[in-house]
């Protein structure tokens, strides 16, 4: 399986002689898919109903995004995937996850921490892919990086590939089924391996557009994703025996991904020169707002007399904005808590558990971390959690869960995560000053998080 983002072009479309080439490489040969080397019976439904299956673990599967997936630093990657929050969860519980491991350097390549700077040097890894290290296995863990709600409804595998979202859902969803004549969607996956409980957690796609594009319009319509929403979770009711276990959508405008003005302004008057009013005027950036990397891109370019400023709409967010970005996560959240209640789940109200992180950052082995690029929570991408971020997620998970389901998981161990974390702060060069996420990294999501065509 091939997954190129270049530097360039992180949309760039892959070749579709390449991919397969590359595919059926990843596949045993084509005499023995009929003698049960696959790993893709589907369980029968269990005994009971969703409330009595309340704490069963038995047969669990996750569905959503990215951050389900353990995507990180950029990548859907073998030696990250375990240290997502959903494997973190597995393990806790003493249940068994099944993760669609993806071979070095990942999918796409993984982001490389060369140099803290500032500014920070960060380089893709080099190399493609050839796929999933266990292509035989039927995942248990179905998200797949860059679905949006319509996505996880409607996008099922294909067998030619023409788009980067087509191969990260050939990674995760049509191996082996491909082979097998099956094309589930996540939900058609959800359904089909009968569950006993089931994480949903998907919506967080859908606003991040806002923050690649600078414009809160290119997010989903609340009407829209009430729409969908709705028709998820009357799905999993009527198809499934499970236990649902939902999370909303947390406040996007809090990553790492975004640079507030302040902190932009400051850094690039000290590296050019030039008095931070005098600069803010140029640029059109103020202190209030927050820079995607298009803008810290065209703030480069600009400085360099390669185009003239000031930087357009689509590398910021304004304060109204900002404010139009949270209240239609707001409409999201409420989408959620009315649907989640009306089939008896349990919600995980991650919107106001990661607010409070970032406004109360826990102090991990006598470091206090932070939300801020290197700051111990969000990996080299700006979007997605370091180790240590997913512990505190994990977590988060296990003690709502705790309190609602009388389950008795035990924590887990954040400091000893943060111990061995390579982008924990304490374990980084110290740094003399909070520094920008570079622009090539934040580009590296280009694909997974560019407006497009709604299904």
Not at 35 to 53: Q, R
Request: proline share 8%; glycine share 8%; charged share 10%.
């Amino acid at each position: 399986m091939v997954f190129r983002v270049s530097r360039s072009d992180a949309g760039t479309n892959l070749s579709r002689r390449r991919f397969l080439v590359i595919f059926m490489a990843g596949l045993p040969p084509a005499g023995i898919l009929g003698c049960g080397v696959f790993d893709n019976s589907l369980s029968p439904y269990k005994p009971g109903t969703p409330s009595s299956n309340a704490g069963n673990f038995t047969n669990t599967v996750f569905i959503g995004d990215s951050l389900t997936a353990g995507f990180q630093n950029g990548s859907l990657l073998d030696s990250q995937q375990p240290n997502g929050y959903a494997n973190l969860i597995a393990k806790q519980a003493g249940f068994q996850l099944k993760l669609p491991l993806i071979a070095a350097p990942g999918a796409p390549a993984v982001l490389q921490l060369v140099s803290v700077g500032p500014p920070a040097v960060i380089k893709q890894a080099s190399g493609i892919t050839f796929g999933r290290d266990n292509p035989t296995v039927q995942a248990t863990d179905l998200a797949v990086p860059g679905h949006r709600l319509a996505d996880l409804l409607n996008r099922e595998p294909v067998a030619i590939p023409t788009t980067n979202e087509d191969i990260i859902t050939d990674l995760v969803l049509g191996i082996p089924g491909l082979a097998l004549g099956e094309r589930y969607t996540q939900l058609q996956w959800a359904e089909h391996l009968n569950p006993t409980t089931l994480f949903v957690w998907i919506g967080s796609d859908d606003a991040l557009q806002a923050a690649e594009s600078g414009m809160p319009s290119s997010m989903t319509p609340p009407a829209q994703f009430a729409t969908e929403y709705t028709q998820l979770m009357q799905a999993l009711q009527a198809n499934t025996k499970a236990n649902l276990i939902v999370a909303n959508v947390p406040d996007i405008t809090l990553v790492a991904y975004l640079t507030p003005g302040s902190v932009v302004l400051s850094e690039f008057s000290q590296s050019s020169g030039i008095p931070v009013a005098q600069l803010s005027a140029t640029l059109g950036i103020q202190a209030t707002d927050l820079v995607n990397p298009n803008g810290i891109s065209q703030i480069q370019a600009i400085l360099a007399g390669t185009q003239p400023g000031p930087v357009s709409d689509s590398g910021f967010l304004s304060p109204a904005e900002v404010a139009t970005v949270q209240q239609t996560i707001q409409q999201y959240n409420a989408t959620i808590a009315q649907q989640v209640a009306v089939v008896g789940g349990t919600l995980i109200d991650l919107n106001t558990a990661v607010t409070q992180l970032h406004d109360s950052p826990p102090t991990i082995n006598g470091v206090q971390a932070s939300f801020a690029f290197l700051g111990g929570f969000f990996s080299l991408d700006g979007v997605h959690p370091t180790n240590t971020g997913y512990a505190l997620l994990a977590n988060i998970f296990i003690d709502r869960m705790n309190a609602a389901l009388a389950t008795k998981i035990p924590d887990v161990d954040v400091g000893t995560i943060a111990a061995s974390d390579p982008l924990f702060p304490s374990n980084l060069p110290k740094l003399a000053r909070r520094v920008l996420i570079p622009a090539t990294a934040g580009h590296s999501l280009d694909w997974m998080m560019k407006p497009r065509a709604r299904n």
